[in-house]
């Protein structure tokens, strides 16, 4: 049963303009959340987190936003940039076991 | 360092054969985990690793998947006999095992082909 899902499988957006990554989770024991970015033919690298305790995180151009009533998660971008295209996966972790999303691939159009 | 290095980067096989895929976490790393990337499923965890001991397998598939991590600088995955539904990338990441903003460092995958 997949306990972290990123319902959209892909996303358009221009340049410039404001990318959203969404991601629901069914647990309530998650106590980290994270994102990662994945190019083609090469493995996923860590983008940004947030602790259960907060209910957002930014760094530069990305914030992580927390809703944990909803129990869903959300990358913003901006402003996006054609380098940011990628597949986009969402994380959460309980104890020592991360479990991952499906991926959300973003093609950022200039 | 160098990071989590995987080999080989990809394996083409036939049904039937042996396959076995290999890690080498980060230096200092105290967890290893393996994972499968397919369409279906995303990012699906497989097994993981404490300290070289198995905490967490009930992801492995079948009992055709096995995996070994004899030292901290050394992982594998074995499968035996593959099939073709084992066609996939699989991932080996590994982390420092703490409990505070730990993240995933991960591997360039294997790309596994299984006619």
């Known amino acids: 049963d997949q306990q972290v899902k990123q319902n959209s499988p892909s996303l358009s957006v221009q340049e410039g303009r404001i990318s959203i990554l969404n991601c629901d989770y069914t647990?309530?024991?998650?106590?980290?959340f994270l994102w990662y970015k994945k190019y083609p033919a090469e493995g996923p690298t860590f983008l940004i987190s947030?602790?259960?305790?907060?209910d957002k995180n930014e760094d530069g151009r990305f914030t992580v936003f927390l809703n944990k009533s909803a129990k869903h998660l959300s990358l913003h971008i901006v402003p996006s940039q054609p380098g940011d295209s990628a597949v986009y996966f969402c994380?959460?972790?309980?104890?020592?076991?991360?479990?991952f999303g499906t991926g959300t691939s973003l093609t950022v159009i200039p | 360092d160098a990071g989590v290095i995987q080999s080989p980067r990809h394996e083409v096989t036939e049904m039937g054969q042996e396959v076995t895929l290999r890690c080498k976490p980060i230096?200092?790393?105290?967890?290893l985990f393996w994972y499968r990337q397919t369409m279906m499923r995303g990012l699906e965890l497989l097994i993981y690793?404490?300290?070289?001991?198995?905490?967490?397998d009930s992801g492995m598939p079948e009992d055709r998947f096995s995996a070994k991590m004899p030292n901290a600088s050394f992982s594998t995955l074995k499968i035996q006999p593959s099939e073709p539904r084992d066609s996939a990338v699989y991932f080996c990441?590994?982390?420092?095992?703490?409990?505070?903003?730990?993240?995933?460092?991960f591997g360039s995958g294997t790309q596994l082909s299984v006619l």
């Open positions: 990441a590994s982390s420092l095992g703490r409990v505070t903003n730990e993240k995933l460092f």
């Open positions: 947030i602790s259960s305790i907060k």
């Open positions: 994380a959460a972790r309980t104890g020592n076991q991360f479990y």
């Open positions: 690793f404490n300290n070289n001991v198995p905490i967490d």
């Open positions: 230096s200092g790393h105290n967890s």
């Open positions: 647990n309530s024991m998650f106590d980290y």
